[in-house]
């Protein structure tokens, strides 16, 4: 079991530039979650999908666009790259239900210059 | 919307000793759960323990307990006989029970001393 897994690990942009990040869970797990971390910040949430067919906006979702490709994989998109996206971004996933936490990827570090 | 506040930003502790971890929230949904994070300095999210808003009983597991006062609005985290690898980043998270919507506080830097 892999668990959570991002691809890239780090990326550098520059602004204006487009890119995708990827994420997979193979914990079959029905809602996935985008997060960003700024330093001295906790995390924000970008974008979930509640379960697969769905997306919804979490709390910063300007600048970005997700796809729930299917049950396994949730893509998270920078259409034009800005040195505010700069940040560490987090996939995470999690069974439907209150109670249920959220188990997280490695994280992806990008950089826009 | 929610938000979530964690007043201290670092705090130290002997080893061996107990640390409380303060976390506060404002909602208006009255359904919700509560979560703790550790983030090592590796940077990974390690989940800790959970309490919802209609548990009666304080959650416990292992050393890790949530010290819920539901009229304060307060979840701290308890952490018992601290070891050197509990020095690390820790998160207070809220998720109201009709969505998906998870916030974080911005987290308390532990540092364990030997």
């Known amino acids: 079991n892999a668990g959570v897994t991002q691809t890239p690990k780090f990326q550098v942009l520059k602004t204006g530039q487009s890119m995708t990040l990827q994420c997979a869970q193979d914990?079959?797990?029905?809602?996935m979650y985008w997060y960003r971390q700024d330093p001295g910040m906790g995390l924000r949430l970008i974008y979930y999908?509640?379960?697969?067919?769905?997306?919804d906006k979490g709390e910063v979702p300007n600048g970005y666009n997700v796809s729930r490709l299917n049950k396994r994989e949730f893509s998270l998109r920078l259409e034009s790259a800005a040195p505010s996206q700069t940040s560490v971004y987090f996939c995470?996933?999690?069974?439907?239900?209150?109670?249920?936490?959220?188990?997280f990827g490695p994280g992806t570090r990008l950089t826009v210059t | 919307a929610q938000k979530i506040t964690q007043t201290q930003p670092g705090m130290f502790v002997q080893e061996k000793e107990a640390v409380t971890l303060d976390c506060t929230y404002d909602?208006?949904?009255?359904?919700?759960?509560l979560f703790w994070y550790k983030q090592p300095s590796s940077g990974e999210m390690i989940f800790l323990i959970y309490?919802?808003?209609?548990?009666?009983q304080n959650a416990t597991e292992g050393r890790y307990s949530l010290n819920f006062q539901k009229a304060r609005k307060s979840a701290n985290l308890v952490i018992s006989a601290s070891q050197l690898g509990d020095s690390a980043m820790y998160f207070c998270?809220?998720?109201?029970?009709?969505?998906?919507?998870?916030?974080f506080g911005a987290g308390t830097r532990l540092t364990v001393k030997p």
């Open positions: 998270a809220m998720r109201p029970y009709n969505n998906n919507d998870m916030r």
């Open positions: 909602t208006s949904d009255p359904s919700y759960g």
């Open positions: 999908s509640a379960s697969e067919g769905t997306t």
């Open positions: 309490q919802g808003s209609y548990d009666q």
């Open positions: 914990m079959n797990h029905n809602s």
């Open positions: 995470a996933s999690s069974e439907l239900g209150q109670s249920y936490e959220q188990y």
